[in-house]
């Protein structure tokens, strides 16, 4: 085994470098690949466009990118442009860093219907992600309903009331900042199957909303009334501060008087989506929903039952927020059921139920999709501290791989990816990204089509 082994890192989000960087730091050379162009994940095409300090951890990752064992292979999709066997032939290990690229789906009626979308989707489109930046979001009509409580269900919420004053200066794509000016929605119902006390909203992203500038937040008093359960779960070591705060935070709102201005989030609770409706050629016409009751899990959580009591709530526009889900790439053991790959702490477990040698796993791809940007520093911790102990023990995977020079994998990828994108490539979109919103007084504006990022990144150098 040479002294520095060679890390094959798939996926450049937060978790992909906070792996990079363990990794450097035990001594390994480590090549990072991304489908797209440009590095960071969902920092740069999930976090909310108007929350800029957020987006600044990408310094710490530019820090990890300057080491000189780092190199970056952007525009090179694993599955597709690159196989897992063909890296377990150039590499000692593989770190899978590959994130959850889809949503979760509610499994009922309508739920393709025009005007019904995941908030995925809406969320990649506003961030310019190239995937989704020749959607078509109808932003027509006068009232939204976002499903579920957690924070990105909070996001979509925001980015349809906020004034297009506060989107301008941000680095939303320019389709969007147009198509969010040009929107008709007034009201945001954000619609939770369980109650106040159970929601995944953070206590900061729940007080921003009622800070809103142009947009009240309305809660009804009845439905954030604690029932038994939720009251002694509450006051239990099952729950913790920040679901205490948030149901305070909530009781506040629903005393607090509207201010009456424009535009409205309405925070509902208990109410489980049954259908939406509308038909095939007809967009969206509301969502017929449940009333329920919670009920102890047998877990020590509450877990939400129909009580047969049911209400319908008009609207035009659908955005579904329950969950980002992981996507199978050919090869890789996958847990179809959990959609993540199958892993112990980030080792990967192989379909035999046998540890795959040599492959391993961080992030939300293998703990699936929660926790904030920081959570993946202690999980990519984890799995790169058993990547060193492997190392040590000789267990790291193949003995030697069959290409064992980073200079002939460069070569070999530059032939099969000629259009790859090294980090001066990048770094070239970057500071032409930046130049374009300059006159703005915007952080950047996105290039959102991956042959115009490849045009622009055409002057970096490519990778050593
Ligand atoms: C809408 C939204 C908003 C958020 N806002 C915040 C926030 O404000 N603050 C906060 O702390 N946390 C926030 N989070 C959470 C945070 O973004 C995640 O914890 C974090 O991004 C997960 O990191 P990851 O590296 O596992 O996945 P990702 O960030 O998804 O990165 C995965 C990377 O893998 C690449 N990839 C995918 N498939 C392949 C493939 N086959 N081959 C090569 N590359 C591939 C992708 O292009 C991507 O770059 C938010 C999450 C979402 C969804
Ligand atoms: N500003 C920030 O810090 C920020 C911003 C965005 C995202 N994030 C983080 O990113 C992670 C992912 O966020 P997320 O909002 O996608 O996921 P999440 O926090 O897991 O919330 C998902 C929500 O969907 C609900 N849900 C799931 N299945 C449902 C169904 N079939 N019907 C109705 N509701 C359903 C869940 O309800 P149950 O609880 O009843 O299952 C839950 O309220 C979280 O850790 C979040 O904190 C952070």
């Known amino acids: 085994m040479p002294s520095a082994a060679r890390v094959a890192v798939i996926g450049a989000g937060p978790a992909g470098f906070y792996a990079s960087d363990f990794l450097l730091q035990a001594g390994f050379e480590v090549d990072v690949?991304?489908?797209?162009?440009?590095?960071?994940?969902l920092v740069r095409a999930g976090v909310a466009p108007d929350h800029p300090k957020i987006?600044?951890?990408?310094?710490?990752?530019?820090?990890?990118?300057?080491?000189?064992?780092?190199?970056?292979?952007?525009?090179?999709?694993?599955?597709?442009?690159?196989?897992?066997?063909?890296?377990?032939?150039?590499?000692?290990?593989?770190v899978y860093a590959y994130g959850t690229a889809t949503d979760n789906r509610?499994?009922?009626?309508?739920?393709?219907?025009?005007?019904?979308?995941?908030?995925?989707?809406?969320?990649?489109?506003?961030?310019?992600?190239?995937?989704?930046?020749?959607?078509?979001?109808?932003l027509s009509a006068t009232?939204?309903?976002?499903?579920?409580?957690?924070?990105?269900?909070?996001?979509?919420?925001?980015?349809?009331?906020?004034?297009?004053?506060?989107?301008?200066?941000?680095?939303?794509?320019n389709h969007a900042i147009e198509a969010l000016a040009r929107a008709q929605v007034q009201e945001v119902v954000v619609l939770g199957r369980r109650g106040p006390a159970q929601a995944a909203f953070t206590n900061p992203e729940l007080l921003e909303l009622g800070e809103l500038k142009r947009a009240d937040v309305v809660v009804d008093r009845d439905e954030v009334e604690l029932d038994e359960h939720s009251a002694a779960w509450l006051a239990s070591d099952a729950a913790d501060q920040t679901h205490r705060r948030n149901v305070e935070i909530l009781w506040e709102y629903a005393g607090r008087p509207l201010a009456g201005k424009s535009h409205r989030v309405v925070l509902r609770f208990l109410r489980s989506p049954l259908a939406i409706l509308g038909s095939s050629d007809e967009a969206v016409t509301g969502l017929r929903v449940g009333v329920n009751a919670l009920e102890p899990d047998g877990r020590g959580g509450l877990r939400a039952v129909a009580t047969g009591v049911e209400e319908q709530i008009d609207c035009g526009l659908?955005?579904?927020?329950?969950?980002?889900?992981?996507?199978?790439?050919?090869?890789?053991?996958?847990?179809?059921?959990?959609?993540?790959?199958?892993?112990?702490?980030?080792?990967?477990?192989?379909?035999?139920?046998?540890?795959?040698?040599?492959e391993y796993a961080v992030g939300w791809i293998k703990r699936g999709p929660s926790g904030v940007?920081?959570?993946?520093?202690?999980?990519?911790?984890?799995?790169?501290?058993?990547?060193?102990?492997?190392?040590?023990?000789?267990?790291?995977?193949?003995?030697?791989?069959?290409?064992?020079?980073?200079?002939a994998v460069a070569q070999w990828l530059r032939e099969r990816v000629p259009h790859l994108v090294s980090w001066d490539g990048w770094?070239?979109?970057?500071?032409?990204?930046?130049?374009?919103?300059?006159?703005?007084?915007?952080?950047?504006?996105?290039?959102?089509r991956v042959p115009e990022m490849l045009d622009v990144a055409h002057g970096g150098v490519l990778p050593r």
């Not at 190199?71 to 377990?88: M, P, S």
């Open 33 to 41: 690949f991304d489908t797209l162009p440009t590095p960071f994940g």
């Open 55 to 94: 987006k600044r951890v990408t310094r710490a990752y530019e820090r990890t990118a300057r080491h000189p064992a780092f190199r970056f292979f952007g525009g090179v999709q694993l599955g597709v442009d690159v196989q897992r066997e063909q890296l377990l032939e150039r590499y000692h290990a593989l």
């Open 106 to 138: 509610l499994g009922i009626p309508g739920e393709d219907l025009p005007g019904s979308h995941a908030a995925t989707e809406f969320v990649a489109w506003y961030n310019g992600h190239p995937g989704h930046a020749d959607r078509d979001f109808d």
């Open 427 to 448: 770094r070239t979109i970057d500071a032409h990204e930046q130049a374009l919103g300059e006159p703005h007084s915007r952080p950047r504006v996105k290039l959102v």
């Open 318 to 358: 659908v955005l579904r927020s329950i969950g980002y889900r992981g996507v199978e790439v050919p090869g890789v053991p996958f847990d179809a059921r959990r959609g993540l790959i199958r892993n112990d702490g980030g080792r990967v477990i192989g379909d035999d139920g046998e540890r795959a040698t040599g």
């Open 143 to 173: 009232r939204a309903v976002v499903i579920g409580n957690g924070n990105v269900a909070i996001d979509v919420a925001r980015m349809l009331v906020l004034d297009p004053d506060e989107i301008a200066p941000t680095d939303t794509a």
């Open 373 to 407: 940007i920081g959570t993946n520093k202690k999980d990519a911790h984890e799995t790169v501290d058993l990547i060193v102990a492997d190392r040590d023990a000789g267990r790291l995977g193949r003995p030697e791989p069959e290409v064992s020079d980073a200079a």
